[in-house]
């Protein structure tokens, strides 16, 4: 399983745009990228997957380059709600007959201040 | 509709006594998952469950740790001569047959276990 990397902590306030970066130089080629986010005393919750270029959704948007060995999760305005642990995976996706085994790494911590 | 439901939600125990954990995935989900995280740390895979397939239970961190999953629904986690170090908070996630390459996985709130 490829090894993740990612800043153990970050600060922002509140209304600004954060990018947390995760690198994964051993990434497969049948890997996809998640983001998971997780507050005090509850499971994580899906945030975003991609597999190559940027994805977006209703919350944040994910950004891989072309060689795949690191991704961003752009997170645009936060509030003080979105101080949470945020953590990268990869892993082999659903899409054949193989489903997901993922790893959790330790995560970057988000706090956003007033 | 109902989410992923983990069962106790604490539970205390003595050090040696078995214990047995519950989770009871998302209706018409094949896959599932069983994670441990202890205090301030990430998530630590244990077993994974997909449909009718023997588990992959390469997380499993000693032979006193089991699990089975029941008409490819309930699951139950079992660790037998509890010690101190196995208290976490052990959660459950389950996923549905993908399409469009997405795997999102669903977690239950967790069974946060403390060994005394």
């Known amino acids: ?114 | 509709g109902a989410g992923v439901s983990q069962s106790p939600s604490n539970k205390v125990t003595e050090k040696g006594k078995d214990v047995e954990l519950r989770c009871d995935p998302i209706s018409g989900h094949t896959a599932l998952y069983w994670y441990r995280q202890s205090l301030g740390q990430g998530l630590e895979f244990l077993i994974y469950f997909q449909g009718n397939s023997a588990p992959d239970k390469s997380g499993l961190p000693s032979d006193r740790f089991s699990a089975e999953r029941t008409g490819g629904s309930v699951s139950t986690l079992t660790i037998q001569r509890t010690q101190q170090e196995d208290s976490a908070v052990y959660l459950c996630a389950s996923s549905p047959r993908a399409s469009g390459g997405i795997n999102e996985q669903f977690f239950g709130p967790g069974t946060r276990l403390t060994v005394l």
């Open chain 1, 1 to 114: 399983l490829a090894k993740t990397t990612q800043p153990i902590s970050m600060d922002s306030y509140e209304g600004q745009e954060v990018n947390i970066t995760c690198s994964h130089n051993n990434i497969a080629t049948n890997d996809y990228i998640t983001w998971y986010q997780q507050f005090p005393s509850q499971g994580p919750r899906f945030i975003i997957q991609g597999y190559k270029t940027k994805v977006t959704n209703e919350v944040a948007s994910l950004f891989i380059p072309a060689d795949r060995k690191s991704s961003t999760l752009s997170l645009p305005r936060v509030s003080l709600s979105d101080t949470a642990v945020y953590y990268c995976l990869v892993g082999l996706n659903a899409g054949g007959t193989s489903y997901g085994k993922l790893t959790f790494g330790q995560g970057t911590i988000l706090t956003v201040h007033p």
